[in-house]
């Protein structure tokens, strides 16, 4: 009996793969979004903007389900098994935010081994039979370092705000501003703290370092969640206010709207918008319509400046983060871009 | 048949049925599932599941609790990942210290995995020490083994510590074998709660080592060592963590210190849930094993039935609440007979 049903479930992978190149219809393809985690306002945004693209695609009868799944707890373990339950429904895409970046890889190969089209985006994974939308945060972390450089042809003294030790995204950035850092000759960084993406911590542990500084700090180099913190730090020093990069939050926008209104304060605000859902979405679609897709495509960042900080500070919720919902053509556009 | 044992046979058949009732269920609920690669997909988790709960059952059999088996779990996972496929050069710790080497000329100490299997022996010696100290300093085993959770965390964190290595080879193999006929999972399971039968409900030590916890002064009026019995318990738990760790880390291809936090819950409500107890050395090796398959596919079940994750571990919990519940019925029935 066991091996009957095995044989007929064999079968109908088989004819699931052969069919596949050849429909350039996913108006019966059913794609499910696994997710590690839900308890912070960037997920929280992913999971609404991925409700607001994927119900309209539904509707309009371009993909047939997709589905929202997220694990209780961010565990390995559990999202392992979450991914073979979603084989097991029969989505023909799943769409992964995963826990870890290789140890999901066993259930990732089962799944593709299964016929199943796995994209990961923002927790990637390295399994090579899945795609990968990723993000470029050395780069993000060097065009901090450049922006500055045009808008202070002097150079001078900057500071650096990491994130959570430790962790990759933490790594990369500040590589990336060390490689900026390292092209302009100008700067240099004369103090470093981790302020873990957290306002307050970041507040703390630049109030804590300022003293040590030299007076002169031209810039503060960060990676999002942070900028607020450190510009209450330096105005409680009675410092002098330097150009602060900020990481496209409510609060951290509205400060700089506010000092913007008061004395023309100029600075730039970048991160990855938690829309990067729909992107993925976009791609699985994408690949499941039979398109040829690189396996490792990048995210643009959604960056802000001077003149669309009003328009992307009303669409901001108050202790959100600043978000845009991506288009199929955003998704053609960004394969393509990887297939040159 | 008198009327005593029929609630004695209701007891142990109690795992069988929820694990079969389970099982239909998802069945129902999704026919796909019933399928060679179905039950190999649903319960290949459970393998490294059904080892931790065996060896949670070996110190719950001498009425102490081990709180510290899921990170146990993690570290062996770790070691498995790093040094057992590449020797102590695969610790990013070691591999800082020689940044230009060449692998071939590093000396033989540095690439072996013989160190993998060293690390992994000591941690099954460090399982027996804390036996041996529980039981010289009458120590609450809850309190230690909670302890001791922290100490493998924090070397599996020095180990590995950003998620990551690669699993041996050969693990890799034996753990996705695709025997004919019968999924892989379904015949380690067999075979787990056939070797922990044996070796507890078979054999004349296991006896003894069942009524240790069952009565442990007549245990030691009869002259064996009750020390040796919980050094040897300890140990037991040691060994098939181990095997959990390395038969997890077959599955998921790399290893994360985090990797098996939820295996210390998991573990002990497999136990309760296969028929044991916590204290009297009352276990059932073949129930624990079933039990971490029925948890197993609780999970499966549950979101098969679209139950939203949020609800999902209560959902959990209930399965759990209503088994134990029978239980209590049954063990009504037992002492009114």
């Known amino acids: ?340 | 048949m008198n009327a005593a044992t029929l609630p004695r046979l209701a007891r142990s058949l109690l795992p069988a049925i929820s694990l079969a009732i389970i099982l239909g269920a998802i069945f129902w609920l999704q026919p796909r599932a019933a399928s060679y690669l179905g039950l190999n997909l649903m319960l290949s988790l459970a393998v490294p599941i059904a080892f931790a709960t065996v060896a949670q059952m070996c110190v719950i059999t001498v009425n102490d609790l081990d709180l510290s088996i899921g990170t146990f779990v993690g570290f062996v996972a770790c070691v498995a990942a790093t040094m057992l496929k590449g020797g102590l050069i695969a610790l990013p710790l070691v591999a800082g210290l020689y940044p230009e080497a060449d692998p071939a000329t590093l000396p033989f100490w540095l690439t072996t995995p013989l160190v993998g299997w060293l690390v992994l022996a000591l941690g099954i010696g460090v399982y027996a020490l804390l036996g041996a100290l529980i039981h010289a300093r009458d120590l609450p085993s809850i309190v230690v083994t909670l302890g001791m959770s922290f100490v493998w965390l924090g070397l599996s964190v020095l180990v590995l510590p950003t998620p990551g290595g690669k699993a041996p080879d050969w693990i890799r193999t034996v753990m996705t074998l695709k025997p004919p006929y019968v999924p892989l999972p379904i015949i380690a399971a067999v075979l787990i709660a056939l070797a922990a039968h044996l070796l507890l409900m078979r054999t004349s030590y296991g006896a003894i080592l069942r009524g240790a916890g069952g009565n442990p002064k007549a245990i030691e009026r009869a002259g064996w060592s009750l020390l040796k019995v919980k050094i040897a318990m300890f140990a037991l738990a040691g060994l098939f963590g181990t095997l959990a760790g390395l038969s997890l880390v077959g599955l998921t291809t790399s290893g994360d210190a985090n990797i098996a936090l939820r295996y210390t819950l998991l573990s002990i409500a497999g136990v309760i849930l296969g028929g044991g107890e916590f204290v009297g050395g009352r276990i059932s090796p073949v129930g624990a094993v079933i039990g971490a398959m029925t948890l197993t596919l609780a999970g499966s079940f549950l979101s098969f039935m679209r139950i939203s994750p949020d609800w999902q571990i209560g959902a959990q919990g209930a399965i759990l609440i209503i088994v134990l519940a029978l239980r209590a019925v049954i063990d009504r029935l037992e002492k009114r007979t």
């Not at chain 1, 794609?31 to 695609?57: C, E, F, H």
């Not at chain 1, 970046?101 to 593709?112: F, I, R």
């Open chain 1, 1 to 340: 009996m066991t091996r009957f049903t095995g044989a007929v479930s064999l079968l109908a992978v088989a004819a699931a793969l052969c069919a596949l190149p050849a429909a350039a219809e996913t108006a019966d393809k059913r794609i499910a979004l696994s997710n590690n985690y839900a308890g912070n306002s960037w997920r929280q945004a992913m999971l609404r903007s991925w409700d607001k693209v994927t119900k309209p695609a539904v509707e309009a009868g371009i993909v047939a389900a997709a589905d929202p799944f997220t694990t209780a707890e961010n565990q390995v373990t559990e999202q392992a098994a979450q991914i073979q339950n979603l084989v097991l429904q029969g989505y023909n895409a799943i769409v992964l935010n995963a826990a870890s970046p290789d140890a999901l890889n066993g259930a990732v190969k089962e799944a593709c081994d299964a016929g199943v089209i796995v994209v990961s985006f923002d927790g990637i994974v390295t399994e090579p039979c899945a795609w990968r939308i990723a993000v470029d945060f050395k780069q993000m972390g060097k065009d901090e370092v450049t922006y500055l450089a045009g808008k202070l042809p002097e150079g001078g003294n900057l500071l650096e705000i990491r994130g959570l030790a430790g962790v990759f995204v933490d790594d990369e950035i500040s590589k990336g501003i060390h490689e900026g850092v390292a092209e302009n000759a100008k700067f240099k960084i004369v103090g470093s703290v981790h302020g873990d993406w957290d306002q307050a911590k970041a507040q703390a542990a630049v109030a804590g370092i300022l003293p040590s500084l030299p007076d002169d700090i031209v810039g503060v180099v960060t990676q999002g969640g942070d900028g607020y913190g450190a510009a209450q730090a330096f105005a409680a020093a009675g410092r002098k206010t330097p150009t602060i990069i900020m990481g496209n939050r409510q609060d951290e926008l509205a400060w700089w709207k506010e000092q913007k209104d008061a004395n023309g304060y100029e600075t730039m605000s970048v991160s990855i918008a938690p829309g990067v859902s729909t992107l993925a979405f976009w791609v699985a679609q994408q690949i499941l319509d039979g398109k040829e897709v690189p396996k490792d495509l990048v995210v643009p960042f959604l960056r802000i400046d001077q003149d669309n900080l009003e328009k992307n500070l009303e669409t901001t919720e108050k202790g959100g983060v600043a978000n845009v919902e991506y288009t199929l053509e955003d998704a053609q556009k960004v394969i393509e871009a990887a297939a040159k």
